[in-house]
């Protein structure tokens, strides 16, 4: 059965930094893409970022670019969202999902069930 | 950077077809992928590709693509169907993903 658990969520003030987790299960997970979406309270989807298998390939929306960094570690079998420069706007449950395919084709077959940041003062 | 357009809302008869629409003009290049939400749930990718279902999707979804235009129908709609849809597709122009605004479906 394949597994995503986010963690590493929470209330963070403006300007903090976080590292958002996933730990994943039930496939091999070097051989797929992973991606972040987010969503924000009330609001819709928001893709964030991408990586390949291999972690070489990494992508990220403008919206975060200079301030988000994905990364993975195949042998804990974990991807992983480092948040730098925290604003409000960040606000959002954050979701990691399995790719199909290559990193930005944006078809995601299995989702993890969220983890909240709340960025505050 | 691209936009994906979709109607905020929809309604449908129970038993009936209806079609969800996603316009933009990276989808003349790229097909779109469905996902339907439920309130408090992780989305669920419905349709992916160019009219691809994921094991345990029902076949009364299905996708079709014109021009800058990606629809999702759904022929016999089920009260279970009810939820918000969101599209998404590769966009060319920052090397990302972009997502439509959802719509929310309700059946009748």
């Known amino acids: 059965e394949v597994q995503l658990l986010e963690s590493g969520g929470g209330l963070v003030q403006p300007g903090g930094s976080l590292r958002l987790s996933c730990v994943v299960s039930?496939?091999?997970?070097?051989?797929?893409?992973m991606t972040w979406v987010r969503q924000a309270p009330g609001k819709g989807l928001e893709w964030v970022s991408a990586?390949?298998?291999?972690?070489?390939?990494?992508y990220h929306a403008d919206s975060v670019k200079g301030r988000f960094t994905i990364s993975r570690d195949n042998s804990k079998n974990t991807l992983y969202l480092q948040i730098d420069t925290l604003r409000a706007e960040d606000t959002a449950v954050y979701y990691c999902?399995?790719?199909?395919?290559?990193?930005?084709?944006?078809?995601?077959?299995?989702w993890g069930q969220g983890t909240l940041l709340t960025v505050s003062s | 950077s691209s936009e994906l357009t979709q109607d905020p809302a929809v309604s449908v008869a129970l038993g009936q077809t209806v079609k969800i629409t996603c316009q933009g003009d990276?989808?003349?290049?790229?097909?779109a992928n469905w996902y339907q939400q439920k309130p408090g749930q992780a989305p669920v990718l419905v349709i992916y590709?160019?009219?691809n279902r994921p094991s345990g999707i029902p076949d009364r979804f299905s996708a079709s693509s014109s021009g800058n235009t990606a629809s999702l129908a759904i022929t016999g709609a089920q009260a279970d169907d009810e939820g918000d849809y969101y599209c998404?597709?590769?966009?060319?122009?920052?090397?990302?993903?972009?997502f439509g605004g959802g719509t929310k479906l309700t059946v009748l």
């Open positions: 039930g496939f091999t997970f070097s051989d797929y893409a």
């Open positions: 999902a399995k790719g199909i395919g290559t990193p930005t084709a944006g078809s995601l077959d299995y």
């Open positions: 990586i390949g298998g291999s972690g070489d390939a990494t």
């Open positions: 998404n597709s590769r966009d060319r122009s920052n090397n990302g993903v972009i």
């Open positions: 990276t989808l003349r290049n790229f097909f």
């Open positions: 590709g160019r009219n």
